[in-house]
Nanobody, 126 residues
Framework: QVQLVESGGGLVQAGGSLRLSCAAS????????MGWFRQAPGKERDVVAG?????????YYADSVKGRFTISRDNAKSTVYLQMNSLKPEDTAVYYC??????????????????WGKGTLVTISS
């Protein structure tokens, strides 16, 4: 079983920055596509960013965060990161790390993810 643990969430003012980390264990990290999802109150859990297996893999970003967020991975440390800049109040949500061994596309990927972390809360004040 793959275990994923997120960290780095917290409270930050609009316009600020935050970096989330997701540490993986119990599997071969380099074999998994890794993604960040978020869920705000009353809304569905949607993909924020994704990165394919292997360091330097191709990346995907939701339109709402493109240009502001950057996903990266360090396979040697079995860790994936999400650097969030120019944060907005609408970015407030619980952010989840997820892993998949096989994925065709990041669009509608939520139900295809095999492992999930428990989430970390990000709150952006206005």
């Amino acid at each position: 079983q793959v275990q994923l643990v997120e960290s780095g969430g917290g409270l930050v003012q609009a316009g600020g920055s935050l970096r989330l980390s997701c540490a993986a264990s119990g599997g071969t990290f380099s074999y998994y596509h890794m993604g960040w999802f978020r869920q705000a109150p009353g809304k569905e859990r949607d993909v924020v960013a994704g990165i394919s297996f292997m360091s330097g893999g191709s990346t995907y970003y939701a339109d709402s965060v493109k240009g502001r967020f950057t996903i990266s991975r360090d396979n040697a440390k079995s860790t994936v990161y999400l650097q969030m800049n120019s944060l907005k109040p609408e970015d407030t949500a619980v952010y989840y790390c997820a892993a998949s061994s096989r994925l065709r596309s990041w669009v509608d990927s939520r139900e295809k993810m095999e492992y999930w972390g428990k989430g970390t809360l990000v709150t952006i004040s206005s």
